[in-house]
């Protein structure tokens, strides 16, 4: 009985050490979130509302991160709620660095097409650090309309 539980003991032990080192990939939500909302009107005295909202979840071991948007919009006439419609996702973007550390970010975007974006939908800043170094790293995304999305990263210096 006694080989038995320092078998049990062993085993547990060895399970233990291998779940800390296989550290899982810890995963953050930005800090900066906004919404924008417009509204139009159609024919027939309807009014329509639509309203979008984005934010970023990265991973902070591998760099890598997530643009996540929704989005509803709101039919309506004089008297009442015609229409709701929503939708949503998320969709993976490349990693900010090359090798896994530990990892902080923040993330910012431009508002909707208006007189700041010069063409297309505008665009985003990433900037992620390592927490066990002294390395940042700023990245800005533009769409500009046609094409894939253009994206330069600079790692900053310290003076």
């Avoid at 090798?99 to 508002?111: C, Q």
Wanted: net charge positive; aromatic share 8%.
């Amino acid at each position: 009985m006694n080989h038995v539980m320092k078998i049990c003991l062993g085993v547990a032990l060895s399970a233990a050490t291998l779940v800390s080192v296989a550290r899982a990939d810890d995963f953050k939500l930005s800090h900066n979130q906004r919404i924008s909302c417009s509204r139009g009107l159609a024919p027939g005295k309807l009014s329509t509302a639509t309203c979008k909202s984005y934010a970023y979840v990265f991973n902070a071991k591998t760099s890598e991160y997530f643009r996540c948007q929704v989005s509803m919009a709101l039919t309506r006439d004089n008297k009442e709620v015609l229409n709701v419609q929503a939708d949503g996702g998320c969709s993976k973007k490349p990693r900010i660095f090359d090798t896994d550390s530990n990892y902080d970010f923040d993330a910012t975007e431009t508002e909707p097409p208006n007189t700041n974006s010069f063409f297309g939908p505008g665009g985003y800043a990433i900037w992620a650090s390592d927490t066990t170094a002294q390395k940042v790293r700023g990245c800005i995304i533009i769409s500009p309309g046609i094409g894939s999305d253009v994206s330069k990263c600079v790692d900053m210096t310290f003076q």
